[in-house]
């Protein structure tokens, strides 16, 4: 019980974890049109960034300025780099972002080399929150769960209550129309793409001080985020959040499951010939964890090719 | 997107294309009597690059449609291969010489398969569907390891055949020189046929092909299948050259740089691609030794084909022709020059730059710091460049400095020549 406890609040916090991700991947996808390749490579700069600065302005000094640095560094690469090719394409601006994460990635190791760095949860946030059981709660996953909610309810609150919000909305839902009421609808696009970078770049700077900070958490994340974005249906905020946590939750607990198929099919009876075919069968739940989410979104592009939330095909 | 394949087969090939493809043929054919071994050996993986970059671009020029995770099938072809190969107790399950034909034939089952789940979707979609079908093989491989043989991957061993040894690399490259070919006639055979035709229905407008009374999915599906079919014979040819398997193959390494390549190749003619691998290929084993940068390096030429010239490196040829066509040599060739003097001012500024500071950044160098002490100086192009000296940063700042004016100089006075060249006919 304790552990199916522990299991829930860790696929929740991964979860939102994700949805910080694919939130600004989403608005930006929804608004211009382009899948962001550099997103998760913004996730790992956050991470990066924080690191560097921490020994000057302290853990949480380095945890507000990172997202900045990396928000400007988003609006660059909107500026000079994707409106350049816009003329080309969405294939083409796909592609460029993907040789931007490609370039960042190589760059990264170039600075910090090819392993981990030391970035890790200060020793006056490393305490337990509470405890479950005989287990306890790290401090730290609740705060990381924390920052993303807060997120959340800021970007609604912005997108729905203020004057900047009902620009960005209408610049998302008609941008022509928008621009021919003398809205500056590019300003916006730089805007949102320098806003998305910044919060990857956030989730970025909290989570990899508790996660590993190395060259490869750009594509591991990202891939995650782009099933996330693919089982929720792109541009949908809804289903990013419910299908964040939806592989959050698969994720966590298939880790806690030591079973294979073999102990399904011994129900069935057939367990001896499962285990002398061996493969796949034999492999443990627990260590197939990672590909879980990969399964599911091809469940989900089977039976519902449009995503959860999605309506556009 | 330019129609230069269309247009091409349409004309039928013209003479000096032809005498140009011998020439080709001629000098493929003679070279393992001009290289050394290790450059044989270079000059195959080459052609194995050349293939799986043409095999991509089946998909992703001819059908519009971008795979992030071709690895995949490469990969399933090298391990159908190796198994094939240790087939019959080492054996073989085929002479060596067809063997590749197992692992294009897994590639062609596999394609299928995952190409009928990546196509449910188009565009955006569909790429990210194929980097995570990827991602997922490469996730489920280290851990089936009597199929993927785990860390150290699965050995296999050529057995002669037909009366050659295949123990020297001679008779490795003529067999996958004869593949290689063989598979670009056939790809080049594809774009002929109504389905190549097809294909490029599907990149330019899938909804009227629809209204046409064309299954798109299964069009789809079936692009997808050939494209990995010849990924999968790549994945072949590479497994008998190497005698090896391993999941490392999977990564996302491969399928990022057979996208890289193509496109620095350029996507819109048929040869493109391969030219863009084997080039990228040959520098990349030559300068492996001089740089760790290599992919850095890949990445920036990627990123400003993209930028500045969206054709890629075959594309230049038709600009050239045509901007010669209208203005004439003369007047564009002082600019030609001008261009090139900037791309190398930029391109030492930026290597010098990089190598600079991979320098300074490594590990090794780190350890040698002395706190206090000023930093040791680094060896780099034949002399010993001191960090702390202005010197040492002004030579990559002065390249760069001197070279992006250039660059856009000769930009503008090109664009200025063929906006001239313009207006002079428009009168008419």
């Known amino acids: ?313 | 997107m330019t129609r230069g394949l269309g247009g091409a087969a349409a004309r039928g090939i013209a003479l000096p294309g032809l005498v140009a493809a011998l020439a080709g043929l001629a000098l493929l054919l003679a070279l393992p009597v001009l290289l050394s071994a290790s450059l044989l050996n270079a000059a195959i993986q080459m052609l194995i690059a050349a293939l799986f970059a043409c095999a991509f671009n089946l998909l992703c020029g001819q059908g519009g449609m971008l795979s992030f995770g071709h690895s995949a099938y490469f990969g399933v072809g090298v391990f159908a291969t190796v198994h094939a190969m240790n087939a019959l107790a080492g054996q073989g399950l085929l002479p060596t010489p067809l063997l590749p034909v197992v692992g294009a034939l897994a590639g062609m089952v596999f394609g299928a398969i995952a190409g009928w789940f990546a196509t449910q979707r188009t565009g955006t979609y569909f790429a990210m569907i194929t980097l995570a079908l990827a991602e997922l093989v490469h996730a489920l491989a280290p851990h089936i390891k009597g199929v993927f043989g785990g860390e150290s991957g699965v050995s296999a061993m050529r057995m002669p055949a037909w009366g050659f040894s295949f123990g020297e690399g001679r008779h490795l490259y003529y067999m996958t020189l004869f593949w290689v070919l063989l598979a670009l006639l056939l790809l080049y055979g594809y774009t002929r046929t109504p389905l190549g035709r097809l294909t490029l229905g599907l990149r330019e407008n899938s909804h009227r092909l629809r209204f046409l009374g064309y299954n798109t999915h299964l069009l789809a599906v079936l692009v997808f299948t050939v494209s990995s079919m010849f990924s999968g014979l790549a994945g072949g040819l590479q497994a008998v050259n190497n005698e090896l398997g391993n999941y490392v193959v999977f990564d996302a390494n491969l399928s990022s740089s057979v996208v890289l390549n193509s496109y620095i190749g350029g996507v819109n003619m048929f040869l493109g691609p391969a030219l863009g691998a084997a080039l990228m290929t040959f520098f990349g084993l030559a300068v492996s030794d001089l740089t760790r940068s290599w992919l850095l390096y890949q990445g920036i030429l990627f990123v400003v084909v993209m930028l500045f010239m969206p054709t890629g490196l075959a594309g230049l040829a038709q600009t050239w022709a045509l901007a010669r066509r209208r203005c004439g040599a003369q007047r564009l060739l002082p600019l030609v020059g001008a261009w090139l003097v900037a791309l190398a001012l930029l391109s030492l500024g930026t290597v010098f730059a990089i190598e600079l500071l991979q320098q300074l950044f490594s590990t090794d160098y780190r350890a040698g710091v002395q706190a206090g002490a000023p930093w040791p100086a680094v060896r780099q192009f034949g002399r010993s460049w001191a960090p702390g000296a202005v010197t040492t940063w002004l030579v990559p700042l002065v390249l760069l400095a001197t070279g992006t004016p250039l660059a856009r100089w000769a930009g503008q006075r090109w664009a200025a020549a063929l906006d001239a060249d313009q207006g002079q006919d428009a009168p008419r």
């Open chain 1, 1 to 313: 019980m304790d552990q199916f406890v522990v299991s829930l609040l860790n696929g929740c916090i991964y979860g939102l974890l994700l949805f910080m991700v694919s939130a600004g991947l989403t608005l930006i996808f929804g608004m211009m049109g382009v899948l962001n390749f550099a997103h998760a490579s913004f996730y790992m700069l956050g991470a990066y960034f924080a690191f560097t600065l921490q020994p000057y302005t302290g853990f949480m000094g380095a945890l507000l300025l990172a997202p900045v640095l990396v928000g400007v560094l988003g609006v660059v690469v909107e500026r000079f780099f994707l409106r350049r090719v816009h003329q080309h394409g969405h294939a083409h601006e796909l592609l460029l972002t993907f040789g931007l994460s490609f370039i960042i990635g190589e760059l990264v190791k170039l600075f910090y080399g090819n392993y981990p760095v030391e970035y890790r949860v200060p020793a006056s946030l490393d305490f337990a929150a509470f405890r479950i059981g005989e287990l306890n709660y790290p401090f730290y996953r609740m705060l990381m769960g924390g920052v993303a909610i807060a997120m959340f309810v800021m970007i609604f609150l912005l997108l729905t209550r203020t004057r900047v919000g009902i620009v960005v909305r209408s610049a998302i839902y008609r941008p022509r129309m928008a621009e021919a009421l003398g809205h500056n609808v590019p300003l916006v696009f730089m805007g949102v793409f320098g806003a998305g970078a910044a919060l990857a770049g956030l989730a970025g700077a909290v989570a990899g001080a508790f996660y590993t900070t190395n060259p490869n958490m750009a594509l591991e994340l990202g891939v995650m985020v782009f099933v996330v974005v693919v089982v929720g249906g792109l541009g949908s905020l809804e289903g990013a959040m419910l299908s964040s946590l939806l592989i959050g939750l698969v994720t966590s607990f298939a880790v806690g499951i030591d079973r294979s198929l073999v102990d399904l099919l011994a129900l069935v009876g057939l367990g001896g010939w499962a285990q002398g075919v061996g493969g796949l069968f034999t492999l443990k739940l627990s260590s197939l964890a990672a590909t879980l989410p990969f399964a599911l979104m091809l469940l989900v592009l089977l039976l519902r090719p449009s995503g959860l939330m999605g309506d556009k095909t």
